[in-house]
């Protein structure tokens, strides 16, 4: 048994332009699938048109929640299957995204794991924004609590200054808007902020510009899939 | 003018596996090209055989010791061309690797930049790695001194346990053996490292085990490409 980590594209109808062959040669091998949600898994393969017999698949959930027994239970069932794939919502399975269980746990039962190439929007991100790509941490979240995520902006900003690492971090779609604003007001004046919105979409950007100039004109990303980054 | 991040294989002979459409597409409307080393990335793209004449193409070094009037120079000369290409020498432009200069000019003067899909070693071993990728840092390499050495790893393999961020470095490949070796004497015995070595190749692996199952077999990673990670 081996397990195929299987990206999947992160923007809409980007499929044939964003994953490489191993990919598809990837899925035409596996029948056994962790996936983050079934629908949208089967909707996945579905669209890449393989042939494939969607309804002679087997597919069980691996979502935050998922307990250990569930996988460990899923290898020991299926421990005659050549390849199970694990595929998480967008981008690369276990990061910033679930599947780091299911790659654990092969990891501890000396199964061998191949992790496959595929759109990550934190790495692309990074490529487009111009910052240090020799030292660099993706953090998650900042804080939801005010005072907190104020502190977090300010250290992280003085960070960047001093050190120079660059610093990724994400936000609830919903609450873009807020956080540029937060950020816009905490960071000094020439500090640079880049906002990576819906990377490989036909509309997404990858824009690096100083506080004081997304000051001027704020972009509208409510509810569009962004990354942010401060860096120099 | 547009700004093409074009990332290139990491292992030989995997370009068809590994390289998804976009990066062909691009390929195949770029004339002028910012690259790591010119003899590499004309042999990266004669391999492909998109059919491009090769002697067509222009080419601009870009490697860690150019200045920024090199690139400055190269956008202003040629303004009318529509797309400029950055290459690297393995991977993700700007990832560990040069690039960001010309992101970052490009950056400051408005150039839309566009980073494609392709292999990372550094994502690669992350998602095979099992370890959080909710939270990680790529801190490049450790020290060359020996008492720096031991204090740093000793201080990441605390902050692992203490905070769980993934922490993922790289080491020169003939010092990858020393590597290992103090990993194994710094680190807790229940520590966990992973190590993914040649990834995308056939003969590659990424494994995570206690920094006392390596010291039992520890396996010979003289001059092959590899990075190195802790977590849990």
Sequence with gaps: MKIFLIPCPIAENTSTEVLPPQILTA???TTHFLVENV????RFISELKLGIQIESLTFEVLDKDTQSKT?????KKHSSVEYIGVISEAG??????PGALAVSIAQQQ???????VGPSSILLGLMGSGFSGQSFAFIGYLPIDKAA?????EQLDRDVAKWGQTQIFIETPYRNNALLEDLIAQCAPDSLICIACDVTAPSGFVQTKKASDWAK???DLHKKPCIFLLGK
Tied chains: 1, 2.
């Design 110 to 116: 000396n199964i061998e794991v191949i992790p496959l």
């Design 217 to 219: 004109a704020q972009p």
């Design 71 to 75: 996988v460990t239970d899923f290898y």
């Design 149 to 153: 995520r104020i502190r977090k902006i």
């Design 27 to 29: 899925l035409q091998q």
């Design 39 to 42: 629908r949208t898994a089967r």
């Design 92 to 97: 690369c399975p276990g990061v910033a995204d």
